[in-house]
Structure formats: structure tokens, C-alpha cells
């Protein structure tokens, strides 16, 4: 499974790091994907990590917006903020790539992210 | 990148309809093409992968079809837990750019 860290509320400029823990299976072998969903909208695609090398693929509406990385030795996954906009108020869903089904097979609870001032 | 292009973007039923989604890709994109139920509060949950694959544990009401660039998700006989969101989505482009389709929201009629 993996589980996210908990909600978060911010302030617009402020910095954020949410994590995804895996548990129960070879962390560093399956890449990890993060998805956006804000009020109200549909699913996003923000883009990928391979926690074996932190080699990362982000889609180009988040790339310079976010960063991924990884510590496998500790099954963690993170997406990061360096400065918050009142725009990235949304669920982010961590979730698992599975190569022999070529799709998402396991999801995270999500994390509430609310910036506001 | 790849559009992914669903109809309708909501639609209403009754349970035990027979209803169908459809997916439309911007180019080919083989059978690279799974579909997500979402409920509020939850997390999305796998239904279908490589277009017409059922995920482990997911009801047999549930098929999917297609290749290329025409999908279609049919859920045989609605019951009232399949009232939802559903997401289409390619895994096909070679740099993991895996784009969702917009959503078709299920109601109850």
C-alpha cells in the first residue's frame, strides 16, 4: 500500500514537502507517479519518479512548479513546493506503476494541500 | 502530447442500466489504455488496464474495448455502488507523459 502524509494548510510563498510511504512490496522497483485533482476538477497528470535512481518525468504544466525525489532506503516518495500559490490548492494523489500491467494499481489516500492567506 | 477525449461528461442511469463511455485518443495509442472509478474521499481505484484487461477483484460487469484510437468502458448492469466518476488514460507515451481524459460523472437517475 502506500500511505501519504497527512493535510496540509500553508500560506501563499511558503514552502511544502508531502510524502508517500510504500509498504509490503520492492519499493524501488516500480515507478511512482503524483496526480492533482483541485475542487471541484478532474485528475491530472503531473508526472513520474523511479525511486531507484530518482530519474523524473514531469508533465510540462508542473515542470519548475514542483520536485519529486525519493529515499528508497526509507520507501519514501515526496513532492515538493518551493514557494506555494494560492492555485495549488488541491488532493495530491501518490500512486504505482505497474510495469507488467502498464497502468496505476496501487493509490495513496491523498493529501489535502490548502494554501491560503 | 496525448489528448485523451471522453463522452459524456456526465451522464445519468438507473441501476441495472447498461451504460457505455467512450474515450478518444489524439493518436494511436495501441491498447495502452486504462480506466479509473473515483468516489469523493477516496483514492481512484484501477478497473481496467491494457484497454479490455479486468483488474484483480473488480466485478465482471465491468468491460472494456478498443485499440488504437477508439475506447469504450460499459458497465453491463449499474449498481448503485457504480455511481461515480470514471477516468480514461493512456500509458503509451514513451516519456510516462500518461494523460487523463476530463472525466464522466455517473448519476443516479
Known amino acids: 500500500q502506500l500511505v501519504q502524509s497527512g493535510g496540509e494548510v500553508k500560506k501563499p510563498g511558503d514552502s511544502l514537502k508531502i510524502s508517500c510511504r510504500g509498504y509490503?512490496?520492492?519499493?524501488?522497483?516500480?515507478?511512482i507517479g503524483w496526480v492533482r485533482q483541485m475542487p471541484g476538477k478532474g485528475l491530472e497528470w503531473m508526472g513520474i519518479?523511479?525511486?531507484?535512481?530518482?530519474?523524473?518525468r514531469y508533465s510540462p504544466s508542473f515542470l519548475g512548479q514542483v520536485t519529486f525525489s525519493a529515499d528508497r532506503s526509507i520507501t519514501t516518495a515526496y513532492l515538493q513546493w518551493s514557494s506555494l500559490k494560492a492555485s495549488d490548492t488541491a488532493i495530491y494523489y501518490c500512486?504505482?506503476?505497474?510495469?507488467?500491467?502498464?497502468?496505476?494499481?496501487?493509490w495513496g489516500q491523498g493529501t489535502v494541500v490548502t494554501v491560503s492567506s | 502530447d496525448i489528448q485523451m477525449t471522453q463522452s459524456p461528461s456526465s451522464l445519468s442511469a438507473s441501476v441495472g442500466d447498461r451504460v457505455t463511455i467512450t474515450c478518444r485518443a489524439s493518436q494511436g495509442i495501441s491498447d495502452h489504455l486504462n480506466w479509473y472509478q473515483w468516489k469523493p474521499g477516496k483514492a481512484p481505484k484501477l478497473l481496467i488496464y491494457a484497454a479490455s484487461s479486468l483488474q484483480s477483484g473488480v466485478p465482471s460487469r465491468f468491460s472494456g474495448s478498443g485499440s488504437g484510437t477508439d475506447f469504450t468502458l460499459t458497465i453491463s448492469s449499474l449498481q448503485p455502488e457504480d455511481f461515480a466518476t470514471y477516468y480514461c488514460q493512456q500509458s503509451h507515451n514513451a516519456q510516462y507523459m500518461y494523460s487523463f481524459g476530463r472525466g464522466t460523472k455517473l448519476e443516479i437517475k
Open positions: 519518479i523511479d525511486p531507484s535512481d530518482s530519474d523524473s
Open positions: 509490503d512490496y520492492s519499493f524501488a522497483n516500480y515507478w
Open positions: 500512486t504505482r506503476l505497474s510495469p507488467t500491467l502498464r497502468a496505476f494499481d496501487i
